[in-house]
């Protein structure tokens, strides 16, 4: 009888925070990432969502692994995690309308982020129900976490202002910081640039550099682009196999 493998939880939950950030260090879900981070309300919104669908694809494929056919996995992936995410869209849009106006069809294309599909692919569909979830979780903070501290960057220096909107979302009198007027007085005014896409490239790339070094120094491997080889659907991708034959 084979020997049951052990799985250390609090290691699978914290490699998403640093050691394999799915934006900062796996560089995944970047579409998303630059387009909802413009606020830090609307990139928390992304990374809470995100992280339900996350939690319950992982758990749901995982215990539907041994049922589902090998070769109809990545379709059979697909109608799971988009069930969710419609239950998911439909929630927000009874309970915080303004969030699934504010993210518009980035919410339903969660669908398709890479992040999900990937951990569906690399993790859920080949380990137990409840390190499943647990890894869903880590990579679901650490999504998170990016966007917070990508929205954080861009709304304080690009508009001058800091959880704008939350009084919208949560139904709360706090309406946020506003800071313009202080910058006003000082001659100073916000950079609009950095909540256009060009700003969001650049604090995306001092983002990366930032969490690569801090990785380095506590002895992780050095992110790096590794081609095909790095992607989940390596071995069912026909442009590989076709480069591989020539």
Same mark, same amino acid.
Do not use: D
């Given at each position: 009888m084979a020997e049951k493998k052990k799985y250390n939880y609090c290691k699978e939950l914290t490699k998403g925070f640093l050691r394999e950030n799915p934006v900062l260090r796996l560089v995944l879900g970047t579409c998303p990432t630059?387009?909802?981070?413009?606020?830090? =309300?609307?990139?928390?919104?992304?990374? &809470?969502? !995100?992280? $339900? @669908?996350?939690?319950? #694809?992982?758990?749901?494929?995982?215990?539907?692994?041994? =049922?589902?056919?090998?070769?109809?996995? &990545?379709? !059979?992936? $697909? @109608?799971?995690?988009? #069930?969710?995410?419609?239950?998911v869209?439909?929630?927000?849009?009874?309970?915080?309308p303004a969030l699934d106006e504010s993210l518009g069809v980035f919410l339903p294309l969660i669908v398709v982020n890479c992040i999900i599909l990937g951990r569906a692919e690399a993790f859920a569909g080949k380990n137990p129900v409840l390190v499943s979830a647990v890894d869903g979780l880590g990579m679901g903070i650490g999504f998170t976490a990016a966007l917070f501290c990508m929205g954080t960057v861009r709304e304080?220096?690009?508009?001058g202002t800091f959880l704008t909107g939350l009084d919208t979302m949560i139904g709360s009198s706090f309406k946020g910081f506003d800071f313009t007027g202080a910058l006003s007085k000082i001659g100073l005014a916000p950079m609009t640039i950095f909540i256009l896409p060009?700003?969001?490239?650049?604090?995306?790339?001092?983002?990366?550099?930032?969490?690569?070094?801090?990785?380095?120094?506590?002895?992780?491997?050095?992110?790096?682009?590794?081609?095909c080889e790095g992607c989940p659907h390596a071995a069912a991708c026909g442009k590989r196999q076709e480069g591989e034959a020539k």
């Open positions: 630059l387009a909802t981070s413009t606020s830090v =309300v609307n990139g928390l919104g992304m990374g &809470i969502a !995100a992280t $339900i @669908v996350l939690v319950c #694809s992982n758990i749901a494929i995982s215990a539907l692994r041994k =049922v589902i056919p090998s070769k109809a996995r &990545i379709p !059979a992936y $697909i @109608v799971i995690i988009a #069930s969710f995410v419609t239950m869209q439909m929630l927000v849009k009874a309970f915080v304080i220096i690009g508009a060009a700003g969001g490239f650049f604090v995306f790339g001092i983002l990366m550099a930032l969490a690569n070094r801090l990785a380095e120094k506590k002895g992780m491997k050095k992110a790096s682009l590794n081609g």
